[in-house]
C-alpha cells in the first residue's frame, strides 16, 4: 500500500530565506506527483505536476523535483514571502485514478 | 466567480439525517471526485466519475452514494450520516491529469 509521508509537519522561517519542504513515498510506480497548496477556509490549488518521466518542474520562485528510484520529492521554495504561508500537500498517482496524499507541512513565513 | 462551487459551505446536522453535499463546475472537465479531509490522515477519495454515465467507488465509499446529474453537477449523499462522518468534503475537477478543487463543505454530524 502506498504511503506518503511529509516531513516537517510544521515549518517556520523568516521572510526572504529558500526553504525546501519534503516528501516521501513508498511505492516507485506512480504515473506522477504534485504538489498542492491549501489556504485555512478555501481548497486546494495544483502548483506543479511532475510525470514520472520528469525530474523537475519549475513555475516562478517554486521549483519541484523528483527521485523515483528513492521515492523522494521536494518543493523549493526561493525568497518566502509572508503570502506563502500555508500548507503545502503532495500527491502521487498510481493506478485507477488513486491519488494518494500526504499529510502536508504547514508552513508559515514570518515578516 | 469560482469554477467548481460547492454547497453548503458548512453544514451541522445529526446521527442518522440524510445529507446531500452539492458540487456544480464551469471547467467543461468530464472528470469529477469527491475527497474527505481529516486532521492527520490527508485526503482520501470517496468516488469519482469519468462522465455522466460514469460512477466509481474510491477508497472509502462505504456510507456513501453519488449522482452525476450532467456533466457540470456532480453531489455526494449520506444516507445516515453518522459521527466518524464528520470531515471537510472537497469535490474536484481534472484535466491531464490535474485537480481543481472547490473550496469545501465542513460537515460536522453531531
Known amino acids: 500500500k502506498q504511503e506518503v509521508t511529509q516531513i516537517p509537519a510544521a515549518l517556520s522561517v523568516p521572510e526572504g530565506e529558500n526553504l525546501v519542504l519534503n516528501c516521501s513515498f513508498t511505492?516507485?510506480?506512480?504515473?506522477?506527483l504534485q504538489w498542492f497548496r491549501q489556504d485555512p477556509g478555501k481548497g486546494l490549488t495544483s502548483l506543479l505536476l511532475?510525470?514520472?518521466?520528469?525530474r523537475e518542474q519549475t513555475s516562478g520562485r517554486l521549483n519541484a523535483s523528483l527521485d523515483k528510484s528513492s521515492g523522494r520529492s521536494t518543493l523549493y521554495i526561493a525568497a518566502s514571502q509572508p503570502g506563502d504561508s500555508a500548507t503545502y500537500l503532495c500527491a502521487v498517482l498510481q493506478g485507477a485514478q488513486k491519488l494518494v496524499f500526504g499529510q502536508g507541512t504547514r508552513l508559515t513565513i514570518n515578516p | 466567480d469560482a469554477d467548481v462551487t460547492q454547497t453548503p459551505r458548512n453544514r451541522i446536522t445529526k446521527t442518522g439525517k440524510r445529507i446531500m453535499l452539492e458540487c456544480s463546475q464551469t471547467k467543461g472537465h468530464d472528470r469529477m471526485y469527491w475527497y474527505r479531509q481529516d486532521p492527520g490522515l490527508g485526503l482520501r477519495l470517496i468516488y469519482y466519475?469519468?462522465?455522466?454515465?460514469?460512477?466509481n467507488k474510491g477508497e472509502i465509499s462505504d456510507g456513501y452514494s453519488v449522482s452525476r446529474q450532467a456533466q457540470a453537477k456532480f453531489s455526494l449523499s449520506l444516507e445516515s450520516a453518522i459521527p466518524n462522518q464528520t470531515a471537510l468534503y472537497f469535490c474536484?475537477?481534472?484535466?491531464?491529469?490535474?485537480?481543481?478543487f472547490g473550496s469545501g463543505t465542513q460537515l460536522s454530524v453531531l
Open positions: 511505492d516507485s510506480a506512480i504515473y506522477n
Open positions: 466519475s469519468f462522465d455522466v454515465k460514469d460512477i
Open positions: 474536484a475537477t481534472s484535466e491531464n491529469e490535474k485537480l481543481f
Open positions: 511532475i510525470q514520472s518521466s520528469q
